[in-house]
């Protein structure tokens, strides 16, 4: 794997009484958001192999709406464990792809933005934040391993 783009879930809105985290869905806002990141992405020549993603309808969502802009070569592929995953299981779940040119996974914080602080920084527990629809573009200098990314481009509606 050459480039990875890491991309939070848009805003959603909060679950109903009783009602299940993963059924969460968009805000109108969120819609909005997940779009302008996929305007953002295909504005910036992103042409992920395949597009990752979290079985939490939010995600599922977003992804979609994202991906309208990139067209992965490859459908959406629900990964249970990018829900409430810490950076070594998404590790793990991203060595699995690792023949891929470019993966473009969405998931869900803390996950995502302490992900992002192993790869480029060699340390999790030294992230900076990741907002929502937030995207982060990076450059893989040699294998999948904790400091060997190169942070290319952080976007945020």
């Not at 009602?19 to 779009?35: I, M, V, W």
């Not at 990141?37 to 709406?65: I, K, V």
């Not at 793990?92 to 933005?113: F, K, M, T, W, Y």
């Amino acid at each position: 794997m050459q480039e990875l783009i890491l991309l939070r879930h848009a805003e959603a809105v909060p679950a109903p009484a009783g009602g299940e985290d993963l059924d969460r869905t968009l805000s109108p806002r969120g819609e909005q958001e997940a779009l302008a990141a996929g305007h953002w992405l295909a504005a910036h020549g992103a042409r992920p192999d395949r597009l990752l993603c979290s079985p939490a309808q939010r995600a599922r969502r977003t992804a979609e709406l994202a991906a309208r802009s990139v067209a992965p070569t490859g459908a959406i592929g629900l990964a249970e464990e990018i829900y409430d995953a810490s950076p070594g299981e998404l590790l793990a779940l991203l060595d699995q792809h690792a023949d891929a040119r470019s993966v473009l996974l969405v998931g869900h914080n803390p996950g995502i933005e302490r992900l992002v602080a192993l790869l480029v920084d060699g340390r999790s527990d030294d992230f900076r934040g990741m907002p929502p629809a937030g995207l982060a573009v990076l450059h893989l200098q040699g294998g999948l391993e904790p400091g060997n990314a190169r942070l290319d481009a952080f976007w945020s509606p």
